[in-house]
Each structure stands twice: as C-alpha cells, then as structure tokens.
C-alpha cells in the first residue's frame, strides 16, 4: 500500500537521524514523552466516500520510542480504535491500530512548540507549572484501514498535552 510504504521509509530515515541527539547527556527526558488530549476533524480521503467529514477525540501516550492510544470518531457511523506504535517522541509516530472498523495503520506528529523550543536548546521547565500557552498542541494524522478503505481520513486537531 502506497500510504504505508512512505510512512515506513519516513519513520526508517528520520530515527537514525536523530537517535544520537535523543541519547545526549543532559537531554530532559520529560519532552520526550507525554499524554495529548485533541479534538478536531477528520476528513476522508476517498472522492467517492459517503464519509465525508468526522469529528474526533483523541488520546495519545508518548515515551521517547514508543506511544499509544484510543481515538473515537463520529461520521453517521461511530468509529473507535485503539493504537501501538514507534517514532520519535510526538514529532513522527507509525502506529498500528485495530478497532470496529478492522485494522488500520496511521502517521501521527504532536507539534507543541514550547517542548521542541526545550529539547533543541536543552531548557528544563517545571511539568507541573505550565502554562495553557505551553500546553497547546497541534495534531495531525492520516489513517489508511486496511478493511474499510472509505475510512481513510486526514485528520487535524487541537489539544492540549500533559
């Protein structure tokens, strides 16, 4: 599948990359991982698609190398999965997913620019002590389903991370 092949070869270019800057001293791990709270829509892929437009709720861990989570999102039908996946903290991750509509595969990025401000200049702030400002999270994914390919959806969202 064309979706999958790019994200695959995304993920395999960019961890050797920036694996060495992950693993340097000193390095805060607490931007490296997080719990993202998004709401937003998500659009289908397919033309033809009676899908249309869903909006969408969305819970997502991140660990440095590993994330996952449960989405729910509401076309005429109600559709929920749940995720695993690799990447590196939330700038890229591949997931794999499984949930009422068949398995699906999806490429996900968290973009909090206070977190990216701190891991690129080493800065530590106190997690307990943010701002709404620096919680603020842009999310945006595309999801293939490998059974129900009028699912297939580009999706951006809003959220707050934790």
């Known amino acids: 599948m064309r979706f999958r092949g790019t994200a695959l070869a995304a993920l395999l270019l960019c961890l ?3 694996s060495p800057v992950a ?3 000193g390095i805060n791990p607490e931007v490296l991982k997080g719990t993202v709270l998004s ?3 998500a659009h289908s ?3 033809a698609s009676s899908e249309g437009t869903a909006t969408f709720l969305d819970v997502n861990y991140i660990h ?3 994330n996952g989570g449960v989405s729910y999102k509401h076309y005429d039908d109600h559709v929920s999965n749940a995720y695993v996946g690799v990447g590196l903290s939330g700038l890229v991750q591949l997931q794999y997913g499984h949930g009422t509509e068949g398995s699906l595969t999806r490429v996900r990025t968290d973009i909090n620019v206070s977190r990216m401000i701190d891991f690129f200049t ?3 702030q106190n997690r307990y002590n943010q701002s709404f400002g620096s919680r603020l999270t842009f999310s945006f994914a595309g999801e ?3 059974d129900e390919p009028r699912f297939d959806n580009f999706q951006a ?3 707050l991370i934790f």
Do not use: D, M, T
Request: charged share 30%; no cysteine.
């Open 16 to 18: 050797p990359a920036v």
């Open 23 to 25: 693993r340097a001293e």
């Open 39 to 41: 709401i937003g829509q």
């Open 45 to 47: 892929r397919q033309k």
């Open 64 to 66: 440095i190398f590993l």
């Open 122 to 124: 080493n800065r530590k």
């Open 144 to 146: 293939e389903y490998h």
């Open 157 to 159: 969202g809003v959220g």
